[in-house]
């Protein structure tokens, strides 16, 4: 009886250590969302300026009235596809993400923001509009603090009905002092120069398919593009369904693994033959044109991407 009750005392004082220390390691962990009074904070928060008008997110969301005493509301929410930098050469990573408006009527309008950190706290920048109801893909950090926002939209004239196909890339430096965005020509982030181009800086449109055998592929349909993700998987819209999976890179070497489409039949549909190329791909390489090159297995031929 003695040896028992022993065992329970120890057993119970190394329960209460091990809860210590998680308790201990869980609010270490979690300093950056937490201050010292406990009350958590939404690294999302922050007062932002759209359209001139201030929007104050809490918790990540925003809700005011259109006009006073009106019904309708102008909602704006964080979105994501968050990156983190020191956009003022503090030493303290800030952050940028992409929020949403719906201002009472059918469409959702897609801003980039950024959070800067400062000694009294945060501040938030002019937002710059992407579009409305467009496919964000990935934000990345460029050469100098710019950030690369790349997504896809409607070509003029498609309706909102349509999926959004057209690959775009927006090149963006904050100005710390104004806190306000500058839009950069593209070629400044080396678009035409290989050695500065990456897989994922942008959306890439499949442009056509040249084999060793003199023949080639062209897409019957403009909407085969393909985005490549930080966390190593990629998507491609097609002409019928879309196709999906993860891809690893070993220097210029690339594979593309546990693809995955939609099964909905499209008669003349090319997604078959684009699938399959990816599946086919061993290598890859950009060229001054700022293209991406797919290098196809044993040499018989190449994909090529603008």
Same mark, same amino acid.
């Given at each position: 009886?003695?040896?028992?009750?022993?065992?329970?005392?120890?057993?119970?004082?190394?329960?209460?250590?091990?809860?210590?220390?998680?308790?201990?390691?869980?609010?270490?962990?979690?300093?950056?969302?937490?201050?010292?009074?406990?009350?958590?904070?939404?690294?999302?928060?922050?007062?932002?300026?759209?359209?001139?008008?201030?929007?104050?997110?809490?918790?990540?969301?925003?809700?005011?009235?259109?006009?006073?005493?009106?019904?309708?509301?102008?909602?704006?929410?964080?979105?994501?596809?968050?990156?983190?930098?020191?956009?003022?050469?503090?030493?303290?990573?800030?952050?940028?993400?992409?929020?949403?408006?719906?201002?009472?009527?059918?469409?959702?309008?897609?801003?980039?923001?950024?959070?800067?950190?400062?000694?009294?706290?945060?501040?938030?920048?002019?937002?710059?509009?992407?579009?409305?109801?467009?496919?964000?893909?990935?934000?990345?950090?460029?050469?100098?603090?710019?950030?690369?926002?790349? *997504?896809? @939209?409607?070509? /003029?004239?498609?309706? =909102?009905?349509?999926?959004?196909? %057209?690959?775009? !890339?927006?090149?963006?430096?904050?100005?710390?002092?104004?806190?306000?965005?500058?839009?950069?020509?593209?070629?400044?982030?080396?678009?035409?120069?290989?050695?500065?181009?990456?897989?994922?800086?942008?959306?890439?449109?499949?442009?056509?398919?040249?084999?060793?055998?003199?023949?080639?592929?062209?897409?019957?349909?403009?909407?085969?593009?393909?985005?490549?993700?930080?966390?190593?998987?990629?998507?491609?819209?097609?002409?019928?369904?879309?196709?999906?999976?993860?891809?690893?890179?070993?220097?210029?070497?690339?594979?593309?693994?546990?693809?995955?489409?939609?099964?909905? *039949?499209? @008669?003349?549909? /090319?997604?078959?033959? =684009?699938?399959?190329?990816?599946? %086919?791909?061993? !290598?890859?390489?950009?060229?001054?044109?700022?293209?991406?090159?797919?290098?196809?297995?044993?040499?018989?031929?190449?994909?090529?991407?603008?």
């Amino acid at each position: 009886m003695k040896h028992t009750l022993i065992f329970v005392l120890v057993l119970i004082i190394l329960t209460l250590l091990v809860l210590g220390a998680g308790i201990i390691k869980f609010n270490t962990t979690n300093s950056d969302i937490y201050n010292q009074n406990g009350t958590q904070i939404n690294v999302h928060d922050g007062t932002y300026q759209i359209n001139g008008q201030s929007i104050t997110l809490k918790n990540g969301i925003s809700e005011v009235e259109v006009a006073p005493g009106s019904a309708s509301k102008i909602i704006t929410r964080y979105f994501g596809n968050d990156v983190e930098a020191d956009l003022n050469n503090d030493g303290v990573k800030d952050r940028v993400f992409l929020i949403t408006q719906e201002t009472g009527g059918s469409g959702t309008f897609f801003y980039v923001v950024a959070r800067v950190n400062i000694p009294s706290g945060s501040v938030g920048s002019d937002a710059v509009f992407l579009g409305d109801r467009i496919a964000p893909q990935s934000t990345n950090m460029g050469k100098g603090n710019v950030v690369v926002v790349n *997504y896809a @939209e409607r070509k /003029q004239g498609e309706a =909102f009905t349509v999926q959004p196909s %057209e690959g775009k !890339s927006k090149w963006l430096l904050l100005d710390p002092k104004t806190m306000q965005f500058g839009e950069v020509a593209q070629n400044f982030e080396g678009e035409a120069n290989p050695a500065m181009m990456t897989l994922d800086m942008k959306p890439w449109r499949w442009v056509k398919t040249t084999y060793n055998n003199d023949t080639e592929m062209k897409p019957k349909i403009d909407r085969f593009v393909l985005a490549f993700k930080n966390d190593k998987t990629f998507s491609a819209s097609t002409d019928c369904n879309g196709v999906g999976g993860e891809y690893t890179v070993t220097g210029n070497k690339i594979s593309f693994t546990r693809m995955f489409s939609t099964q909905m *039949y499209c @008669e003349g549909s /090319q997604e078959s033959e =684009f699938a399959k190329m990816l599946e %086919e791909t061993q !290598s890859f390489l950009f060229t001054s044109k700022g293209e991406l090159i797919l290098e196809l297995k044993f040499d018989s031929g190449s994909v090529i991407f603008n």
